[in-house]
């Protein structure tokens, strides 16, 4: 009898722990979800909704999307004309797609660079591997701001630049590096190379050496290995890294505001000035929306090209 019951209850505690462990599963699991709507759905939502409202010199400088009409009927007032100014003003044509310019120019030159430096950390010994990649994250322990700061140093009038030039007799006078876009170029370039580098790194990391072995003892060359073999194993690397870097990059405000100044035009800075010097939230947040759209149709077409590449 005694037996029975220390058997029961033994059965009645592991149901209770499982029953316990299935409920923590869930919340973990709803967890990233509840994150996910909190800081992405709803805000997305409600600029969504101040994209189709009228501006107006009220507090908030926005009309309101409904108006209680009468006790049991709402009417509802949708504004599509910031959408149409975005597609029909040159200005934000110009500023759009001088962004698009200035990222995808960047994403090249950081795929370019970061691709050899991540197939070089590749090939190092192991005991390299590692110094090499502490190299390449260490910048991020310091501040974004202050690393775009040092820059601006550097190539201003009086930075190490043109002071190491005047002084071996290169130049006479210095050089404006500032304030245009190649100087933009190169700072997003340095600020955003890690984040092309590493998924390079980790795809190339997981190809079988086997494979490359194989190629080479069938009459391949190093050079025909590398293309028939690697670069094609390597393409989802390359994909996560254009996408972590051409994001970021289209809608980067702090280094054109900082570096380029007011010669050069992205669509960050034209968000900025709609929402703080003209106080237009809804024209702000419509090319907000219009930024989200192109981000979305980006990743699809990232995820189209990476299935159509596995088939």
């Known amino acids: 009898m005694f037996k029975q019951f220390i058997k029961k209850l033994n059965i009645k505690r592991k149901f209770d722990n499982a029953k316990t462990k299935f409920n923590l599963e869930q919340v973990l699991i709803f967890l990233p ?49 910031n959408y149409i100014k975005l ?8 500023s759009l797609l001088s962004s698009f310019i200035l990222s995808g120019t960047s994403t090249i030159i950081c795929f370019v660079i970061g691709y050899a ?10 005991h390299v591997k590692l110094v090499l990649i502490l190299m390449i994250v260490l910048p991020f322990v310091t501040s974004f701001l202050v690393r775009v700061y040092a820059w601006m140093s550097l190539l201003n009038s009086k930075g190490i630049i ?20 190649y100087a933009v170029c190169l700072v997003i370039v340095y600020c955003y190379l890690p ?28 050079w025909r290995s590398f293309w028939n073999i690697t670069f094609p194993l390597s393409i989802p690397g390359i994909m996560a890294g254009c996408t972590l870097v051409f994001v970021p990059a ?12 007011s010669r ?48």
């Open 33 to 81: 979800y509840l994150w996910s709507i909190f800081f992405f759905v709803i805000p997305t939502i409600l600029i969504i909704k101040i994209s189709l409202a009228k501006s107006c010199t009220s507090l908030p400088p926005f009309l309101p999307l409904y108006e209680n009409i009468s006790e049991h009927f709402y009417g509802i007032y949708l504004f599509f004309g």
């Open 87 to 94: 597609f029909t003003d040159s200005f934000y044509f110009s």
């Open 264 to 311: 050069t035009l992205t669509i960050g800075q034209t968000i900025w000035s709609e929402f703080f010097n003209n106080r237009d939230w809804p024209l702000a947040c419509a090319i907000a929306v219009l930024m989200m759209c192109s981000f979305i149709f980006y990743s699809l077409f990232s995820k189209m090209k990476s299935v159509l590449n596995k088939r």
């Open 250 to 261: 289209l809608g980067e405000f702090v280094i054109p505001e900082l570096i380029g100044g």
């Open 117 to 126: 430096m991540a197939y070089s950390i590749h090939r190092a010994p192991k």
């Open 162 to 181: 043109n002071v190491f030039l005047m002084k071996i007799g290169l130049i006479n006078s210095p050089i404006h590096f500032l304030d245009n876009n």
């Open 195 to 222: 984040f092309m580098i590493m998924p390079i790194y980790a795809t190339l990391d997981k190809i079988e050496t086997s494979l490359v072995e194989a190629s080479l003892d069938l009459g391949a060359n190093n």
